[in-house]
């Protein structure tokens, strides 16, 4: 069994800072992409930001220059930094890998079960 687990999430002002953190633990492999992603209420799941294992980022429009994405593979962890947050990033925040079982020997997505993000004063 492969675990995602996603921390950091809270209560926070419109401005103000916060840092996800996402552990990948189990019978894990190999770990590829990573990536956080967000679904507000009454809203479709949407990708904020990936990162691959060599490290080459990619992020949603809206929040490009507030939010930074990286990973440290020895400690099979992706984390979010969120900056300058606005009111319309309140959301639960999924964390995704693609990772190899080392039991199975097969590839597939693994989702966190979400941590939620509330940006308000």
């Known amino acids: 069994q492969v675990q995602v687990v996603e921390s950091g999430g809270g209560l926070v002002q419109p401005g103000g800072s916060l840092k996800l953190s996402c552990v990948v633990s189990?019978?894990?492999?190999?770990?590829?992409?990573m990536a956080w992603y967000r679904q507000a209420p009454g809203k479709e799941r949407e990708s904020v930001a990936t990162i691959t294992r060599e490290g080459d980022r990619t992020y949603l429009d809206s929040v490009k220059d507030r939010f930074t994405i990286s990973r440290d593979n020895a400690k099979k962890s992706v984390y979010l930094e969120m900056n300058s947050l606005k009111s319309e990033d309140t959301a639960t925040y999924y964390c995704n890998a693609d990772v190899t079982s080392s039991s199975t020997g097969r590839r597939y997505p693994r989702w966190g079960q979400g941590t939620l993000v509330t940006v308000s004063s």
């Open positions: 189990g019978s894990v492999e190999s770990i590829y992409g």
